[in-house]
Protein backbone atom coordinates (compact mmCIF):
# COMPACT_ATOMS: atom_id res chain seq x y z
CA UNK A 1 0.00 0.00 0.00
CA UNK A 2 1.68 3.14 -1.10
CA UNK A 3 1.32 5.99 1.61
CA UNK A 4 -0.28 9.10 1.00
CA UNK A 5 1.19 12.44 -0.19
CA UNK A 6 0.60 13.78 3.58
CA UNK A 7 2.34 10.91 5.27
CA UNK A 8 5.29 10.96 2.93
CA UNK A 9 5.78 14.59 2.91
CA UNK A 10 5.66 14.14 7.08
CA UNK A 11 8.68 11.21 7.00
CA UNK A 12 10.89 13.79 4.90
CA UNK A 13 10.40 16.67 7.06
CA UNK A 14 10.89 13.70 10.11
CA UNK A 15 14.28 13.54 8.70
CA UNK A 16 14.95 17.32 8.88
CA UNK A 17 14.92 17.26 5.14
CA UNK A 18 13.38 20.09 3.40
CA UNK A 19 10.40 19.65 0.70
CA UNK A 20 9.34 22.22 -1.95
CA UNK A 21 7.43 22.08 -4.88
CA UNK A 22 9.06 24.37 -7.68
CA UNK A 23 7.16 23.88 -10.99
CA UNK A 24 6.73 20.36 -11.56
CA UNK A 25 10.18 19.58 -9.59
CA UNK A 26 10.35 18.20 -6.00
CA UNK A 27 13.11 19.96 -4.30
CA UNK A 28 14.89 18.30 -1.36
CA UNK A 29 17.90 20.30 0.50
CA UNK A 30 19.98 18.52 1.54
CA UNK A 31 20.44 16.58 -1.10
CA UNK A 32 21.50 12.74 -1.65
CA UNK A 33 20.18 11.92 2.30
CA UNK A 34 17.12 10.99 1.67
CA UNK A 35 16.13 6.81 1.81
CA UNK A 36 16.11 4.97 -1.30
CA UNK A 37 13.10 3.86 -0.20
CA UNK A 38 11.19 6.90 0.39
CA UNK A 39 12.54 8.35 -2.74
CA UNK A 40 10.87 5.60 -4.56
CA UNK A 41 7.87 6.49 -2.62
CA UNK A 42 8.42 10.06 -3.60
CA UNK A 43 8.95 9.58 -7.31
CA UNK A 44 5.71 7.12 -7.46
CA UNK A 45 3.79 9.58 -5.45
CA UNK A 46 5.13 12.90 -7.01
CA UNK A 47 1.71 14.38 -8.63
CA UNK A 48 0.33 14.48 -5.14
CA UNK A 49 3.39 15.11 -2.88
CA UNK A 50 3.39 18.37 -5.55
CA UNK A 51 -0.05 18.96 -4.87
CA UNK A 52 -0.19 18.37 -0.94
CA UNK A 53 3.33 21.00 -1.14
CA UNK A 54 0.99 23.40 -3.17
CA UNK A 55 -1.82 23.41 -1.14
CA UNK A 56 0.54 23.70 1.89
CA UNK A 57 3.01 25.89 1.73
CA UNK A 58 2.25 28.24 4.73
CA UNK A 59 2.69 25.73 7.56
CA UNK A 60 4.47 23.02 8.48
CA UNK A 61 3.50 19.80 9.38
CA UNK A 62 2.22 19.53 12.97
CA UNK A 63 4.43 17.95 15.95
CA UNK A 64 2.07 15.48 16.58
CA UNK A 65 1.68 14.26 12.82
CA UNK A 66 5.35 14.63 12.09
CA UNK A 67 5.94 12.55 15.23
CA UNK A 68 4.09 9.84 14.50
CA UNK A 69 5.98 9.48 10.72
CA UNK A 70 9.24 9.40 12.37
CA UNK A 71 8.23 6.76 15.16
CA UNK A 72 6.72 4.74 12.23
CA UNK A 73 10.01 5.36 10.16
CA UNK A 74 11.96 4.14 13.39
CA UNK A 75 9.79 1.08 13.85
CA UNK A 76 9.96 0.19 9.82
CA UNK A 77 13.78 0.26 10.13
CA UNK A 78 13.53 -1.77 13.39
CA UNK A 79 11.62 -4.81 11.11
CA UNK A 80 13.98 -4.02 7.94
CA UNK A 81 17.29 -4.31 10.51
CA UNK A 82 15.82 -7.29 12.01
CA UNK A 83 14.61 -8.99 8.63
CA UNK A 84 18.45 -8.39 7.64
CA UNK A 85 18.26 -5.28 4.50
CA UNK A 86 20.25 -2.90 4.93
CA UNK A 87 19.66 0.31 6.17
CA UNK A 88 21.53 3.62 5.60
CA UNK A 89 23.98 4.06 8.76
CA UNK A 90 23.07 7.35 9.15
CA UNK A 91 19.46 7.54 8.74
CA UNK A 92 18.66 5.95 12.42
CA UNK A 93 20.70 8.84 14.40
CA UNK A 94 19.21 11.59 12.09
CA UNK A 95 15.66 9.94 13.52
CA UNK A 96 16.49 9.86 16.76
CA UNK A 97 18.03 13.70 16.58
CA UNK A 98 14.48 14.67 15.02
CA UNK A 99 12.45 12.33 17.53
CA UNK A 100 14.28 13.92 20.42
CA UNK A 101 13.06 17.43 18.57
CA UNK A 102 9.87 16.83 18.60
CA UNK A 103 9.36 15.53 21.27
CA UNK A 104 10.76 18.71 23.26
CA UNK A 105 7.66 20.45 20.68
CA UNK A 106 5.07 18.11 21.62
CA UNK A 107 5.97 17.87 25.29
CA UNK A 108 7.50 14.18 26.61
CA UNK A 109 4.02 13.11 27.83
CA UNK A 110 2.21 13.96 24.67
CA UNK A 111 5.26 12.06 23.04
CA UNK A 112 5.40 9.09 25.31
CA UNK A 113 1.20 9.02 24.05
CA UNK A 114 1.88 9.05 20.64
CA UNK A 115 4.52 6.65 20.59
CA UNK A 116 2.88 4.28 22.38
CA UNK A 117 -0.40 4.75 20.26
CA UNK A 118 2.03 4.60 17.10
CA UNK A 119 3.67 1.53 18.10
CA UNK A 120 -0.16 -0.01 18.76
CA UNK A 121 -1.19 0.93 15.13
CA UNK A 122 2.32 -0.68 13.12
CA UNK A 123 1.36 -4.25 15.56
CA UNK A 124 -2.17 -3.68 13.88
CA UNK A 125 -1.49 -2.47 10.30
CA UNK A 126 2.01 -4.80 9.95
CA UNK A 127 1.78 -7.79 11.91
CA UNK A 128 5.28 -7.15 13.42
CA UNK A 129 6.98 -5.40 17.03
CA UNK A 130 8.46 -1.80 15.95
CA UNK A 131 10.49 -2.04 19.07
CA UNK A 132 12.47 -5.67 18.11
CA UNK A 133 11.07 -6.46 14.60
CA UNK A 134 9.23 -9.68 15.99
CA UNK A 135 6.77 -11.14 13.96
CA UNK A 136 3.37 -12.33 15.98
CA UNK A 137 4.70 -12.03 19.07
CA UNK A 138 3.33 -11.28 22.58
CA UNK A 139 6.58 -9.75 24.47
CA UNK A 140 5.93 -6.48 26.07
CA UNK A 141 8.45 -4.12 26.30
CA UNK A 142 9.51 -0.85 28.38
CA UNK A 143 7.74 2.26 28.06
CA UNK A 144 9.73 4.47 26.32
CA UNK A 145 12.07 2.05 24.66
CA UNK A 146 13.16 3.18 21.22
CA UNK A 147 15.03 -0.28 20.65
CA UNK A 148 18.33 0.93 21.13
Known amino acids: ?4 AVTLVGRVRALGITIRA ?8 PRGVVPPDLRAELVAAKPAVLAV ?5 A ?3 APTAALRAA ?19 LEPSALHQEI ?4 DDAGPLWADAVYADELRRFRWD ?3 CGLCGGLGHETTHESGDLGQ
Open 126 to 128: TGR
Open 53 to 57: LRATS
Open 100 to 103: VRLT
Open 22 to 29: DGDTLVLA
Open 71 to 89: YRRWFTLTVAEADGAPIDR
Open 59 to 61: PPV
Open 1 to 4: MTPD
